[in-house]
């Protein structure tokens, strides 16, 4: 590879926090034109090499060039200037302002205004395949929608290397392949695109090259037609890893949880949820599948008493829970692992240990004035030791763990618990290849003991694989609820956006 193709090269990059080495000769290169896929497990520095690429941090040595010329990126003022954009997973968009008002927000005055402005954006749309209106409010659009006007964003300043971090997290698989194209339009273009995802398949559809990180180092790169994902898994965690997702056998029909016409309202008081009916039986994973805002969370925090009912009933094991507290929900066997974009925003105190944070959900079953921390630290260590837990120990506050072993943490404290039906939202997001496997042979475990599983994911495949059934929400409002094994993606992803009924696919109980 040439200075003149090469976009961005870095060469034996390091950075440390403190004892950890985050970042350990780190070797990376793109082309313009190309796409990149950066795979690795969870703590294998993917986040901390794209901070320094965008100006966060500052590496301790190596060299950064672009476009051959070695540079020191001190600010993400400086990443721009020299054409890196980021698209963050979480997108950094002001609901209340139109498309265009986000798009030059921070320009301090020196873009175009008005319809000069609408004109250029409409422009850049143009040429790389992007569809928006302009002046529609954020708080108007769906996902990807929201999703393009961050691209817009860093097309609209200039930039020509872009990194996007996890993209397809909550894209239907229509809203997925239309991604696809505009990054395709982009290499067409010249760009030079880095991707950063969990998702396989998807590295091996859309890039061009591959480059896996494992413990902070750059363990090889390849071209992805030259590599299989097997290949892939084995390079990310260092040993051979099954792909294939279990599925037992329901055991019983009991029913556990029942919940009818449940309605209830936002802050804003418009319907968060409207006549949702399902039972969820013993022994059976039900899966709910929805872009985000779909009403997931508010499902979740119903069922587990965190979030007020409007009207419906939610019956466990025949009796009405609406209207219990969440610590009595709690007593009568409901667990709810909720994991919010914020993992630390629910469920774990962040300045507490992995002992203190087990101890969270038991201490109203303690005598006396004193805590007993033995049984608490015995389950910490057994938790750490079974979910492959990334800890200097079980005292370590939760706050310096990363975003993966965080989810670990509250997963596994949950079944711990023994419950008879948890609710899970999540429970994957942000974790690795190796993570992600170990969480659903946890959960195939607890089906086999018949406990009524509520999860709520957001990769099709994986809630086709895994689960028996799957709730299809779409606004609040259910448009199916079908059988994992009769359903497509397609008419997921139709059913997801209410686009059009798949025919046949409603499942009949």
């Known amino acids: 590879m040439n200075d003149a193709d090469c976009a961005i090269e870095i060469r034996y990059l390091n950075k440390t926090f403190g004892t950890v080495a985050a970042n350990r000769n780190i070797n990376l290169s793109v082309s313009s034109g190309e796409i990149l896929a950066l795979l690795g497990e969870n703590g294998s520095g993917k986040t901390t090499l794209m901070n320094m690429l965008s100006g966060i941090y500052q590496p301790d040595s190596g060299e950064i060039r672009v476009r051959g010329r070695p540079v020191l990126i001190r600010s993400p003022r400086d990443a721009v200037a020299l054409g890196i954009g980021m698209i963050h997973q979480h997108f950094k968009l002001v609901d209340v302002m139109s498309a265009k008002e986000n798009i030059v927000l921070g320009d301090k005055g020196k873009g175009a205004h008005g319809k000069r402005l609408t004109e250029k954006i409409r422009a850049i749309s143009a040429r790389f395949g992007l569809e928006i209106d302009p002046d529609k409010l954020i708080s108007d659009m769906s996902v990807g929608e929201k999703q393009t006007v961050e691209i817009l964003k860093v097309l609209y300043r200039g930039s020509d290397i872009l990194i996007l971090d996890e993209p397809t997290a909550v894209l239907t698989p229509q809203e997925t392949r239309k991604l696809f194209s505009i990054l395709h339009q982009m290499k067409r273009e010249g760009c030079a695109v880095i991707i950063i995802t969990h998702k396989l398949d998807e590295v091996m559809e859309v890039s061009d090259r591959v480059t896996i990180l494992r413990k902070g180092e750059s363990v090889g790169s390849a071209e992805t037609s030259s590599v299989t994902v ?234 086709m694989e895994l689960c028996d059934r799957i709730l299809v929400l779409a606004d609040g409002r259910m448009t199916g609820l079908v059988d994992a094994e009769q359903v497509t993606k397609e008419e997921l992803g139709q059913m997801m956006t209410r686009s059009s009924h798949a025919k046949g696919a409603y499942y009949h109980e």
């Open 230 to 463: 097997r290949k892939l898994t084995e390079l990310m965690v260092g040993r051979p890893v099954s792909l294939s997702i279990d599925r037992p056998e329901r055991v019983g029909r009991e029913e556990r949880l029942t919940v009818t016409k449940l309605t209830a309202l936002n802050d804003e008081g418009r319907n968060a949820l409207t006549d949702i009916n399902f039972s969820l039986y013993g022994g059976e994973i039900l899966g709910v599948a929805g872009v985000a805002g779909s009403g997931q969370r508010a499902l979740c925090e119903a069922i587990a008493g965190l979030w007020p009912v409007e009207t419906g009933s939610i019956l466990l094991d025949g009796r009405n829970i609406v209207g219990l507290t969440p610590r009595e929900i709690i007593q009568k066997g409901i667990s709810m692992s909720f994991v919010p974009e914020d993992r630390l925003g629910m469920g774990l105190v962040a300045s507490m240990s992995i002992v203190d944070n087990m101890l969270l959900k038991d201490y109203q079953n303690q005598r006396g004035f004193l805590m007993r921390r033995a049984g608490a630290a015995s389950l910490a260590n057994e938790l750490v030791e079974r979910l492959d837990i990334s800890t200097p120990s079980i005292a370590h506050p939760v706050r310096q763990l990363s975003g993966g072993n965080v989810q670990k943490v509250l997963l596994g404290r949950e079944i711990q618990r023994n419950p008879s039906v948890l609710i899970t939202a999540y429970p994957v997001r942000g974790l690795d290849v190796g993570s992600s496997f170990r969480i659903y042979d946890l959960l195939n475990e607890q089906k086999k003991k018949g406990v009524a599983i509520l999860f709520i994911g957001e990769s099709l495949d994986v809630l």
